[in-house]
């Protein structure tokens, strides 16, 4: 999707959203540093695992379905500055039942926002079948007045593709779009899910060989002699080695300070002082990060 999407294109997702974090700009150090709580993190340290922001990046935002109004008013904004951009609004198949989607929906055809409702269907949501969660569980259709397509987010070259029709489609007027990617996660949930308990090891492993993205993408360059092995290799020690440094520099980094409690609360501070636990004892707002 990335490889597809403009400078001005915006994008909000749910609270998995360290590899978006990192796609829309984000440095390997300054994802890491974010997950261990340090001063050098996006956030300052300040967000942890779920609130992570960058340039025309939202979030990181923990509330099941909360992003998709949010991402309403992110189209409405880039349809308010004329500037051209889309914003591509993430979330699961667990989510897919939320009401607020439904308003979101409802909104942003009303005034025909440049908006992408991206469905991350991966067959699970947290642990049920979307056979069990869903009545209907062709999520692309479930815009009614709002069109939509279905991609396999398995496939590189499809994802990308189908990611510029978006864009074209948001562009040309028509207002918003649904697109549901189906994908698989191999992994459970969380730590406390072992992500066995609703599907079988067999299921898991079958799609690992016959469908995991990087391995089909990486056959199909290699097979067409795009690229060679040892080319992939050295991008590969690259990475790794990029990752290593930047998780050592994670951990010994210095935490923010308790006195950054009230920083950066406001884009706009109109008052110096900030409600505390008590009335009667008031912080001080202050900016951290200057902004333009």
């Known amino acids: ?48 695992s779920m609130h992570l922001y960058g340039k025309n990046f939202y979030g990181g935002n923990g509330i099941v379905g909360a992003q998709a109004p949010l991402g309403a008013g ?23 039942n939320q009401g607020q989607l439904f308003e979101a929906y409802n909104m942003a055809k009303l005034w025909d926002l440049p908006c992408v409702f991206v469905c991350e269907n991966n067959g699970y949501g ?61 992994s459970g949930h969380s730590m406390s899910d072992p992500g066995t308990s609703y599907r079988t090891r067999d299921e898991v492993q079958e799609v690992r060989q016959t469908r995991d993205p990087i391995t089909s993408f990486k056959e199909k360059i290699l097979s067409r002699e795009l690229v060679t092995p040892d080319q992939l290799k050295e991008i590969d020690a690259q990475v790794r080695k990029e990752v290593d440094e930047a998780t050592k520099q994670a951990k010994t980094e210095p935490e923010v300070g308790v006195e950054e409690l009230t920083g950066d609360i406001y884009r706009n501070n109109l008052e110096t002082l900030i409600r505390g636990l008590h009335p009667a004892a008031p912080l001080q707002h202050y900016e951290v990060a200057p902004r333009n």
């Open 126 to 186: 947290m642990g049920t079948s979307v056979d069990r969660s869903s009545a209907s569980t062709d999520y692309y259709s479930r815009g009614d007045y709002v069109p939509g397509i279905w991609v396999d987010g398995m496939d590189v070259i499809a994802t990308r593709e189908a990611t510029r029709y978006a864009i074209d489609y948001c562009n040309s007027g028509k207002g918003p779009l649904v697109m549901e990617m189906e994908t698989y996660r191999y």
């Open 1 to 48: 999707m990335r490889a597809a999407m403009r400078d001005v294109d915006s994008v909000i997702t749910a609270y998995r959203c360290h590899g978006w974090t990192h796609l829309m700009g984000v440095s390997v150090l300054g994802v890491l540093s974010e997950l261990t709580g340090r001063r050098t993190g996006c956030s300052r340290g300040k967000g942890g």
């Open 74 to 96: 992110i189209a409405l904004a880039h349809k308010y500055r004329a500037d051209g951009g889309v914003c591509f609004t993430l979330y699961g198949d667990g989510a897919a």
